[in-house]
């Protein structure tokens, strides 16, 4: 780590440079370059290009030292051997952030090359990478990346190790509607790591909750400490890939960090106060139940269903999860009773059966809203001829606008093609809504895990 602290410049910049920019489309150099201006930055834009005079419209420059304006970031598209004169560059040109998007260096065995890069920047120039797709900030308006164009605005700061994931992760977010509020491919980790990211995220305004892909730390203290004091802020979620051995070795020929043992990071990350998910789903799962929802102020939980089978799947889960379905007492039983059929279920999960139609989700449901002791609503749906899905999906919305829900929800619905539509819909309008009941009490868990979290940050 340089000695300059500071890693604002990386997403609030005023100027950007691109060294390597390409007038070929479909070259990184490009790419970079065209989605920059696509994301709308308001900043200055200079591609660096010896043999161009202009790429997109904007005026290429031969070298760094010719752009006229301060740069405030610098984006490094060329060849690995000629990475080392762009950073003396930088550093003679007084640029403090530099991503390396090049690689073949510590990742493939050329560590020699990548120490003499930090050597040349150190006290004067922050490098993120190399071997890195760039850095997606929305709050700025920049795509700094040869990634997707269109990324959908959100309020998850993802970090990832593995740029390939990454930039997949970018279409599948925008494609499943999960918005995020950047996305910064860390690559080799030679100088910014997760640690600055996570102190640097912790007080961005424009994040609700943090999400790394992880294969190895360098610096492992530094990121457990700084996580300790980010979680009061922020809920952060890890995906730490290399539980087995053979998975722990090849991240560790991937990206050219030490994987390490896996119990001990599963330690780590508990006593740091960290969620880890076991795979990408859970994950995103997660990130939508905490982004759309306030944290809840206890435990016990009501699941309403029109199925009775997905209400026991649903109940199966949460006794595996260690959720709390609460004993509902009997002001709000005879309360249910009023509304419900004769042979439906005021217990807990409590059955409306199939027979349910819109109306009585929002009497059901309007009821639970109101009642101070339900700390949490898990809502289920199942598909039936008798009723549009659409319908049941926009009850559940009309209740969190009318009621002011201050207590989290999440849905789900079950069925074919209509459910399909009303489970997107939900989704647009930014609700915690899944295609399966145990994804619904999956997300819960996250929030009761924050709850608890919290909880004991207070009582210690």
């Not at 006229?68 to 060329?78: F, G, K, Q, R, T």
């Not at 190790?161 to 999960?178: R, V």
């Not at 424009?206 to 790394?212: E, F, M, Q, R």
């Not at 789903?281 to 009501?302: C, H, K, S, Y």
Request: neutral net charge; hydrophobic residues 40%.
């Amino acid at each position: 780590m340089t000695a300059v602290k500071d890693i604002g410049r990386f997403f609030n910049p005023r100027n950007i440079a691109i060294v390597g920019a390409s007038k070929t489309p479909g070259k990184i150099g490009h790419e970079i370059v065209r989605n920059i201006c696509l994301s709308g930055f308001e900043g200055g834009i200079f591609p660096v290009n010896p043999n161009a005079n202009s790429i997109l419209g904007l005026k290429c420059f031969k070298t760094l030292r010719d752009i006229p304006s301060e740069v405030d970031l610098a984006l490094i598209v060329v060849p690995a051997e000629l990475v080392e004169k762009i950073v003396q560059d930088c550093v003679d040109k007084h640029v403090p952030a530099a991503i390396i998007i090049t690689s073949g260096f510590s990742e493939s065995g050329h560590k020699e090359l990548e120490d003499r890069i930090l050597a040349i920047a150190r006290s004067k120039l922050r490098i993120v990478g190399p071997n890195t797709f760039g850095i997606y900030y929305a709050k700025s308006k920049m795509n700094a990346t040869f990634g997707p164009s269109k990324v959908l605005e959100g309020k998850t700061a993802f970090i990832t190790q593995s740029g390939a994931l990454g930039l997949a992760l970018m279409d599948w977010t925008t494609e499943e509607k999960y918005g995020i509020s950047s996305i910064v491919s860390i690559g080799n980790k030679s100088d910014v790591d997760d640690a600055d990211l996570v102190e640097f995220f912790a007080d961005d305004s424009s994040t609700k909750c943090l999400l790394i892909y992880m294969e190895g730390l360098k610096n492992g203290r530094n990121f457990f400490e700084a996580s300790k004091r980010a979680v009061i802020k922020k809920p952060i979620v890890v995906i730490k890939a290399g539980r087995s051995a053979r998975g722990a070795q090849a991240a560790s020929s991937h990206t050219g960090s030490i994987a390490g043992q896996d119990t001990i990071f599963n330690a780590a990350f508990e006593q740091a106060g960290i969620m880890r998910a076991e795979e990408m789903t859970q994950a995103f799962d997660w990130m939508q139940a905490i982004n759309e929802n306030p944290v809840p102020r206890g435990e016990d939980l009501a699941i309403v269903t029109n199925g009775g089978g997905i209400g026991v799947l649903a109940t199966d889960k949460c006794s595996e999860l260690g959720l709390k379905l609460m004993d509902l007492p009997d002001d709000l039983k005879e309360e249910l009773k009023e509304c419900l059929p004769s042979f439906g279920s005021i217990r807990n999960p409590i059955d409306m059966t199939a027979n349910a139609d819109d109306v009585l989700y929002g009497k059901v449901l309007g009821i639970l809203a109101k009642r101070k002791e339900v700390d949490g609503i898990i809502a289920l749906f199942c598909q039936t001829a008798n009723i549009d899905p659409m319908l049941v999906a926009q009850v559940i919305m009309t209740i969190r606008d009318q009621e002011r829900l201050t207590k989290p929800l999440t849905c789900a619905f079950i069925g074919g093609h209509l459910s399909q539509l009303a489970y997107s819909r939900m989704l647009e309008k930014k609700f915690a809504a899944y295609p399966t009941a145990e994804r619904a009490v999956d997300a819960m868990y996250a929030l009761i895990a924050r709850y608890r979290l919290l909880n004991s940050l207070e009582l210690g």
